[in-house]
């Protein structure tokens, strides 16, 4: 089993940033890539941005070169800086990681709130 835990989520005035951040604990943490997903009220859950153990990284088209995603493997984390935020980005922000076996394990979520 693998718990994640966010933090850093809030509001922020558009144009603003945001650094989110997830730890991971269990009892067997071997992941081999973490990311983060976001759900704006009324959609589906999108990809926002992953990154392999080995530091590769994909992004969401509307969140190139505005956020970058980072890890650190040996605390077993993953981060997320948000900047030039918009209220498009307005929704709960999910970790998630894949574990050697495949099985993704998701966090609880954190809120981001960027007024219009």
């Known amino acids: 089993q693998v718990q994640l835990v966010e933090s850093g989520g809030g509001l922020v005035q558009a144009g603003g940033s945001l650094s989110l951040s997830c730890a991971a604990s269990?009892?067997?943490?071997?992941?081999?890539?973490m990311g983060w997903y976001r759900q704006a009220p009324g959609r589906q859950r999108e990809l926002v941005a992953t990154?392999?153990?080995?530091?590769?990284?994909n992004y969401a088209d509307s969140v190139k070169d505005r956020f970058t995603i980072s890890n650190d493997n040996t605390k077993k984390s993953v981060y997320l800086q948000m900047n030039s935020l918009i209220p498009e980005d307005t929704a709960v922000y999910y970790c998630?990681?894949?574990?050697?076996?495949?099985?993704?394990?998701w966090g609880q979520g954190t809120q981001v709130t960027v007024p219009s």
């Open positions: 998630s990681g894949v574990h050697l076996t495949g099985i993704r394990y």
């Open positions: 990154i392999t153990n080995r530091g590769s990284t």
């Open positions: 269990g009892s067997d943490v071997r992941l081999v890539g």
